[in-house]
């Protein structure tokens, strides 16, 4: 039976439940247009303030990096993968003044940290491998080099 005859043979039922699923349809779309994924998902991210070799969860609104208990604490991008369980693949701090990276001709701009909080994070920033002295640019080739490479294995990055 096509669909045509199917519709004609069950109009009545048709016309009732055909309110239903557009009014259903809008209603979903409508919420998909005015949620916030990213507020809800990211509150919480990894930091480390021994270089990697362990990791905590704290407010993301704190940036890519905060004083912790006198010690700097900078963002960890955490990952896992079957062969190397869960481990700090990358560390992330500020371009700033105490960083070997920095280019002062280089403008650094900023966005929101999609918490809502009133920080912001730069979207060029440092990164580093755990255990290595060199700080890169996250946008250089090393830098883009590097963060490929801390996904290695099929590795998935694990958020709190």
Same mark, same amino acid.
């Given at each position: 039976?096509?669909?045509?005859?199917?519709?004609?043979?069950?109009?009545?039922?048709?016309?009732?439940?055909l309110?239903?699923v557009?009014?259903a @349809?809008l209603?979903?779309?409508?919420?998909?247009?005015h !949620?916030d994924?990213?507020?809800?998902s990211? $509150? =919480?991210?990894?930091?480390?303030d021994?270089d990697?070799?362990?990791?905590f969860?704290?407010d993301?609104?704190?940036?890519? @990096?905060f004083?912790h208990?006198g010690?700097?604490?900078y !963002?960890?991008f955490v990952?896992?993968?079957? $062969? =190397?369980?869960?481990?700090?693949?990358?560390?992330?701090r500020p371009?700033?003044?105490?960083s070997?990276?920095q280019n002062t001709h280089?403008p650094?701009?900023?966005v929101?940290?999609?918490t809502g909080g009133?920080?912001?994070?730069p979207v060029a920033f440092?990164i580093?491998?755990?255990?290595?002295a060199?700080?890169v640019v996250?946008s250089s080739?090393?830098?883009?080099?590097?963060?490929?490479?801390?996904?290695?294995?099929?590795?998935?990055q694990?958020l709190?």
């Amino acid at each position: 039976m096509q669909l045509r005859e199917l519709i004609e043979k069950n109009k009545k039922v048709v016309l009732a439940i055909l309110p239903v699923v557009v009014l259903a @349809s809008l209603l979903l779309g409508w919420h998909n247009l005015h !949620r916030d994924d990213l507020t809800g998902s990211i $509150s =919480r991210t990894f930091f480390s303030d021994d270089d990697g070799k362990t990791y905590f969860a704290e407010d993301a609104s704190k940036g890519l @990096s905060f004083d912790h208990d006198g010690k700097p604490a900078y !963002r960890a991008f955490v990952y896992h993968s079957g $062969s =190397r369980g869960t481990y700090v693949g990358l560390l992330a701090r500020p371009c700033g003044d105490d960083s070997p990276t920095q280019n002062t001709h280089r403008p650094v701009t900023h966005v929101p940290v999609p918490t809502g909080g009133a920080k912001t994070i730069p979207v060029a920033f440092d990164i580093k491998k755990p255990g290595d002295a060199k700080w890169v640019v996250n946008s250089s080739p090393d830098g883009q080099a590097m963060a490929r490479a801390a996904e290695e294995d099929g590795a998935e990055q694990v958020l709190p």
